[in-house]
Each structure stands twice: as structure tokens, then as C-alpha cells.
């Protein structure tokens, strides 16, 4: 009996000893990144940034073995503002995120909407990217000089489609290409999209003059030869890609889009550490940096308070900027 009685309490000890380690590996539990039951709402239809974006968030931090069992779910309307109001009603719910980014911004002005970015728990900025402006294969305009011909004689008559409502990123660049190619902003023919899928179709079918859209979005159907290529609004032209900046097109401007992710209010430290982390966590991972390079994304990590300050920086900014076109 006293033999028996040493080897099991030798074989507990072992356990003790290899145990902890063996549970912590490659299950998120050595991080503290864990959040079982999380959600992921996109605020418009599937194939926009927001949607790509949180999609591919929940499958890199799955493949990492960050947390497990993500699920992400569309609910579109009133450029995102649909979402955020259900977001803002979900007070204190630790195991949901809305994807986001400048478009939801713009779309609580220009949709009056009773809930705001103020409302919500801050987590993370993650990406910024240009907005690119494309055309079907088949269309008339082969270069973005052909383009700007065509739009300054009849603005009218080319309309432009965004995958965003009137105050979001897919509006605000062609407003701000319009006021730098001497065109009045009141003047522009805009058609807004719940999101780039949306709009994709139309820009194939010509019901639109050109596009604007984030690059990570149709980045694809140019490689496919499905769309062409015109321009890019950022500082700089994309690697791989033939086609100039707005500013190398003899227009005095340049646009970038950015996206994020918010929470609910009222969550505690410890809810809103899990989320933080779990992004934190995800950056470093080599699935995330391969995912930003694929996408043509930018790096622009703000975690925390600093992306709330951030947020309310970006509203002042959409707000003047509608103040100033007019619009």
C-alpha cells in the first residue's frame, strides 16, 4: 500500500509538473485571448472592406490559435448606422465588435443618427489603404485623362458609384478629386452602395460612368482584367499595380480610408483588456502581416483610448469637410 501510495502521489506530482504547459499550447490560454461566443458584426452586405476585414480577422486569429469559433454576421442599412445603433443597445456585451472605419463616421452625420462613435467602446484602428478608381473592361475611358475629360465637360452624365453613403470615404474622395478638377461638388452624380459587393456589379454592368472603392476590395477582379485600374488616391502608387497617384494625374489631392473595430459600452476593464489583447495579439501573428500584404493594406495599429481620440478627431474632420463642399 505504501508503495502504491508514492507512485500516485509521483504521478500527480508529474502531472503538476507537464500538465500546465501541455493545456496551454496553441489554445490562446497563454495570452489571455480567449473570448468564447465572439461575434463579429458587419454593418453592410457581404464582399465590402468592412465584411473582408472582419472575415479575414476571425480566420487569422482562428489560424493562429489566438481564440476559436468566431462568427461574423452581416447587417446592413443606413450606411452602418443600422449597426452601430444595434451595438450601442448591447451594453456591456464583451463577446461582440462591430467592424468599422470611416464610412460609419460620415454616415452618423449624413444619416442623423441617435447613436455615435462616442457611444461605443473604442478597441483598435487596424488598417489604412487608398481608394482606388476604377472602370469595367469595356469602357470608353482608358486613362484617368479620359476620365476627367469626360466628367468635367458633363458631370452629370458619368456618374460615379461608392461603396459608401454620402459622407463615408467611397464619397468623400471623388468630392475632393471633383473640387481639385474644378468641378462643383453639388454637381457630382453620386450613386451610394451598401458596401463595395454592392457596387461591383454595377461598375462590371457600365450602370455607373467609374467607381471608387477601397484597393483590398477589387483587387482581384484587376488582376483578373475584370476591372480597370485608373488611379489611386493615396500619397504613393501601389507595388504592382500601373496606375498613378491623383496627384501624378495633375489633381491636387489624395484620400486614404481606414478601418477598425468597436465594442459595446459599459464593458469592464477585464471584457475590454480581452478584446485589446486578442487584437494585440493578432497583429504580431504572421497570418495577420501575410493578410495585409495579400489585401494591400497599411499598418496603422491604434489600440485603446488612443483610437478614441482618434474617432473623435475624424468626426471633426468629416464634419468640416461636408461643411466645405457644401455638402
Request: glycine share 14%; proline share 7%.
Amino acid at each position: 500500500m505504501r508503495l502504491r501510495t508514492l507512485l500516485a502521489l509521483f504521478g500527480a506530482a508529474l502531472l503538476v509538473v507537464v500538465g500546465p504547459p501541455l493545456l496551454s499550447t496553441g489554445d490562446g490560454s497563454d495570452t489571455g485571448t480567449q473570448i468564447p461566443g465572439l461575434r463579429f458584426m458587419v454593418p453592410n452586405t457581404p464582399g465590402g472592406g468592412y465584411d473582408i476585414t472582419a472575415r479575414t480577422l476571425a480566420k487569422n486569429a482562428e489560424d493562429a490559435g489566438l481564440t476559436h469559433n468566431i462568427e461574423v454576421f452581416n447587417l446592413p442599412g443606413a450606411g452602418g448606422t443600422v449597426g452601430l445603433t444595434r451595438l450601442v443597445g448591447e451594453h456591456g456585451n464583451g463577446k461582440l465588435a462591430l467592424s468599422m472605419g470611416l464610412g460609419v463616421v460620415g454616415a452618423v452625420h449624413t444619416n442623423k443618427s441617435p447613436s455615435t462613435l462616442a457611444d461605443t467602446t473604442p478597441i483598435a484602428r487596424l488598417t489604412e489603404e487608398p481608394d482606388i478608381v476604377v472602370v469595367s473592361k469595356g469602357s470608353p475611358y482608358r486613362t484617368i485623362a479620359d476620365l476627367l475629360a469626360a466628367w468635367k465637360k458633363d458631370p452629370a452624365r458619368v456618374p460615379v458609384g461608392g461603396g459608401s453613403s454620402p459622407g463615408g470615404p467611397d464619397h468623400l474622395a471623388p468630392m475632393l478629386m471633383a473640387q481639385a478638377a474644378g468641378i462643383a461638388p453639388r454637381t457630382v452624380n453620386y450613386i451610394p452602395f451598401d458596401g463595395g459587393g454592392e457596387l461591383l456589379a454595377s461598375i462590371l454592368g457600365d450602370k455607373v460612368g467609374f467607381g471608387v472603392s477601397g484597393l483590398g476590395e477589387y483587387r482581384d477582379q484587376i488582376e483578373a482584367g475584370e476591372l480597370r485600374l485608373l488611379a489611386v488616391t493615396g500619397p504613393e502608387r501601389v507595388p504592382g499595380l500601373d496606375a498613378p497617384t491623383l496627384r501624378e494625374a495633375g489633381l491636387d489631392t489624395e484620400f486614404t480610408n481606414w478601418r477598425g473595430i468597436v465594442a459595446p459600452p459599459g464593458l469592464s476593464p477585464t471584457e475590454r483588456d480581452k478584446l485589446t489583447g486578442l487584437i494585440r495579439e493578432l497583429h504580431g501573428s504572421k497570418q495577420w502581416k501575410e493578410s495585409m500584404k495579400k489585401n494591400g493594406w497599411d499598418d496603422a495599429l491604434l489600440i485603446g483610448e488612443p483610437f478614441g481620440d482618434f474617432l473623435d478627431e475624424q468626426n471633426q474632420r468629416v464634419a468640416t469637410v461636408l461643411k466645405e463642399l457644401g455638402l
